[in-house]
């Protein structure tokens, strides 16, 4: 007789049932990581989960508390023993009040190595590219083209007051081949490209100013909230551009968001500052766990959005066979109406945005990707 799975441990935990803070005169034997303040962090938000239950046992407070000790003592290792990090992430989840999310959600997502002696130098080297990647990929055409002519002065020893002197004025239409020209269809033209980003930039703005439309952090008229748009509008952009395959999909705005959201909340201040780039490429591994899903041409193979589907259907079916009867028998519910946009979006529209965080907490430290959790 075939051996029935055992409902995923995180369906069991006790995340759900305690408090998201450790009592006060919790402390670790080793010196944890140090956690600076960071003076514009926004505030705490609400939660409806029961996360935060007052009816919560002294033994749940004991056994959550200790969760977050060994979290602590985990991040205070020289090198991070990733296995035993999801383990307890996976059960107990991350305490709002730690400060800890933004370091673990980086080095869930592979952002940050388990040898923090390698943090530094990588930190820096990736904010390094993401600058350059904006750099090459944002700059107008007109911007472009007058930089390639500058190099090309150089090359050919033009002299350089001369070559100044040029370069404050248009360049004439001698100097402009046809693949530069504003018109040209080239596909290889970069005005061709950049007319042909305008459609998507503009999908972009539009979801972007839909985002999360209740919570300050991502709306309003002020300075912050837009500074917040712009960086979301910015790393979806540079993500389209770099990846061709896929470009962008409407709801990458809502994946990116939590992302975006807990770095830029990050209590240090560097890596509030970063908080951009390192929301990029963690976007970017997020993304890699089930990019698959997002392309149109895999949609009828093994690993497109069908088959997720319907293997999530199966797992409904093994693990509460009444609910899935009376979905797909009784009902005729056919699955991709409900389960599509708990897949593409990773459950980011089906609850609010605090429960949203802690639902990720174990999400992410599944180590086959999300998918698999």
Same mark, same amino acid.
């Given at each position: 007789?075939?051996?029935?799975?055992?409902? *995923?441990?995180?369906?069991?935990?006790?995340?759900?049932?305690?408090?998201? @803070?450790?009592?006060?005169?919790?402390?670790?034997?080793?010196?944890?990581?140090? %956690?600076?303040?960071?003076? !514009?962090?926004?505030?705490?938000?609400?939660?409806?989960?029961?996360?935060?239950?007052?009816?919560?046992?002294?033994?749940?407070?004991?056994?959550? #508390?200790? =969760?977050?000790?060994? /979290?602590?003592?985990?991040?205070?290792?020289?090198?991070?023993?990733?296995?035993?990090?999801?383990?307890?992430? =996976?059960? $107990?989840?991350? +305490?709002?009040?730690? =400060?800890?999310?933004?370091? &673990?959600?980086? &080095?869930?997502?592979?952002? /940050? *190595?388990?040898?923090?002696?390698?943090?530094?130098?990588?930190? #820096?080297?990736?904010?390094?590219?993401?600058?350059?990647?904006?750099?090459?990929?944002?700059?107008?055409?007109?911007? %472009?083209?007058?930089?390639?002519?500058?190099?090309?002065?150089?090359?050919?020893?033009?002299?350089?007051?001369?070559?100044?002197? $040029?370069?404050?004025?248009? /360049?004439?239409?001698?100097?402009?081949?046809?693949?530069?020209? *504003?018109?040209?269809?080239?596909?290889?033209?970069?005005?061709?490209?950049?007319?042909?980003?305008?459609?998507?930039?503009?999908?972009?703005?539009?979801?972007?100013?839909?985002?999360?439309?209740?919570?300050?952090?991502?709306?309003? @008229?002020?300075?912050?909230?837009?500074?917040?748009?712009?960086?979301?509008?910015?790393?979806?952009?540079?993500?389209?551009?770099? !990846?061709?395959?896929?470009?962008?999909?409407?709801?990458?705005?809502?994946?990116?968001?939590?992302?975006?959201?807990?770095?830029?909340?990050?209590?240090?201040?560097? !890596?509030?500052?970063?908080?951009?780039? @390192?929301?990029?490429?963690?976007?970017?591994?997020?993304?890699?766990?089930? $990019?698959?899903?997002?392309?149109?041409? &895999? @949609?009828?193979? %093994?690993?497109?959005?069908?088959?997720?589907?319907?293997?999530? +259907?199966?797992?409904?079916?093994?693990?509460?066979?009444? /609910?899935?009867?009376?979905?797909?028998?009784?009902?005729?519910?056919? *699955?991709?109406?409900?389960?599509?946009?708990?897949?593409?979006?990773?459950?980011?529209?089906?609850?609010?945005?605090?429960?949203?965080?802690?639902?990720?907490?174990?999400?992410?430290?599944?180590?086959?990707?999300?998918?698999? =959790?």
């Amino acid at each position: 007789m075939k051996k029935k799975k055992q409902v *995923p441990e995180w369906m069991n935990s006790s995340l759900w049932s305690t408090p998201s @803070d450790p009592p006060a005169s919790v402390s670790v034997r080793e010196e944890p990581p140090t %956690i600076p303040t960071n003076q !514009n962090a926004s505030p705490p938000l609400s939660s409806s989960s029961s996360v935060s239950s007052p009816t919560a046992t002294a033994d749940d407070i004991s056994r959550h #508390a200790q =969760a977050q000790v060994q /979290l602590l003592a985990e991040l205070s290792r020289k090198v991070i023993d990733m296995r035993e990090l999801r383990r307890v992430v =996976a059960s $107990q989840g991350i +305490s709002d009040a730690g =400060a800890l999310r933004p370091t &673990l959600w980086k &080095l869930l997502l592979g952002y /940050l *190595p388990p040898d923090r002696s390698l943090w530094s130098s990588e930190l #820096a080297k990736k904010r390094s590219q993401y600058k350059n990647f904006k750099d090459d990929l944002l700059t107008n055409p007109s911007e %472009i083209t007058r930089r390639m002519y500058n190099s090309n002065s150089a090359a050919l020893g033009i002299d350089d007051a001369k070559s100044h002197t $040029q370069t404050r004025l248009l /360049l004439s239409r001698s100097r402009i081949t046809h693949q530069d020209h *504003p018109l040209s269809l080239v596909k290889t033209s970069i005005w061709n490209q950049f007319f042909q980003d305008t459609e998507i930039i503009d999908q972009i703005d539009r979801d972007v100013n839909r985002t999360h439309p209740d919570i300050h952090f991502f709306s309003g @008229d002020s300075l912050f909230a837009k500074s917040n748009q712009e960086a979301l509008k910015t790393i979806l952009i540079v993500f389209a551009k770099l !990846n061709s395959g896929i470009r962008y999909f409407q709801g990458m705005n809502e994946v990116l968001a939590p992302l975006f959201y807990v770095f830029k909340n990050d209590p240090d201040e560097e !890596n509030e500052a970063f908080a951009e780039a @390192d929301t990029f490429f963690c976007f970017v591994e997020l993304l890699s766990r089930f $990019q698959d899903n997002f392309c149109q041409q &895999l @949609d009828n193979s %093994i690993v497109g959005i069908r088959s997720t589907i319907t293997r999530l +259907s199966q797992l409904l079916k093994e693990h509460d066979e009444e /609910l899935w009867r009376h979905l797909e028998v009784t009902t005729k519910v056919n *699955p991709q109406f409900y389960a599509f946009r708990w897949i593409i979006l990773l459950l980011t529209q089906e609850f609010n945005f605090a429960d949203i965080l802690h639902i990720w907490d174990v999400i992410l430290s599944d180590p086959e990707g999300p998918q698999a =959790a």
